[in-house]
């Protein structure tokens, strides 16, 4: 089997048991043994010696070329793409009770371009239905609030309690607006429930 077909293959399999951004399959083939590079001296020298398997070793180049290739075909055949991994990303993150600033940083870290970050966080904050009807977008704001009631039962007494509260906010990536309608609001629908 060819590297192409095998690194392909990888891909493929990788992509079966989750969405995967570009530049996380990028980085997953590259690891693989056999396509590892080899350096263009060493490759040369191994040439030069006649030694066997010289010529299925791959330069450095080569190897990137080869995984671009690859990448490029499964994205023009609809296999991978960082729109759709970028929009499930989100999905998990909200489901988690993550804030939209955390979600941005993740989905960067991952390799996914400012374009494609806007256009997934825009969908998401838009109430639009879909073409069934549903309508799926995320209210921050309620998200926060909600996050936070989940995790403390009471807005805390003293200013270290507060201060606790707010890190918590912050540290799960949402912004101080957020953060300020969450700690008015978290706690006072259960007084009117009840």
């Keep these: ?24 399959l990028h980085d997953y083939l590259k690891e693989r043994d056999y396509l590892r ?7 040369a020298e191994r040439q030069a010696a006649g030694e066997e398997g ?20 499964m994205a023009e055949e609809g296999l991978q ?6 929009a499930s990303f989100l999905r998990t993150r909200v489901l988690r009770g993550q804030g939209p600033r955390r979600i941005q940083q993740e989905l960067r870290q991952r390799g996914i371009d400012s374009e494609t970050l806007n256009a997934v966080m825009r969908a998401a904050s838009d109430p639009t239905p879909d073409a069934f009807g549903h309508v ?22 003293g200013h270290k ?34």
């Design 136 to 157: 799926e977008a995320v209210d921050f704001f309620e998200l926060a609030r909600e996050t936070l009631a989940r995790r403390f039962s009471g807005p805390g007494e």
């Design 37 to 43: 590079a080899v350096s263009d001296d060493e490759l």
């Design 1 to 24: 089997m060819t590297p192409q077909r095998r690194a392909r293959n990888d891909a493929i399999a990788r992509l079966a048991r989750r969405e995967h951004s570009r530049r996380e």
């Design 161 to 194: 309690e507060r201060a606790r509260r707010e890190r918590f906010l912050l540290q799960r990536g949402f912004d101080y607006e957020q953060l300020r309608y969450a700690m008015e609001s978290a706690w006072s629908d259960e007084g009117e429930e009840g």
């Design 54 to 73: 010289a010529q299925a070793a791959l330069s450095r180049d080569e190897v990137e070329l080869l995984i671009e290739e690859v990448l490029e075909r």
């Design 81 to 86: 793409s960082d729109e759709r991994f970028a």
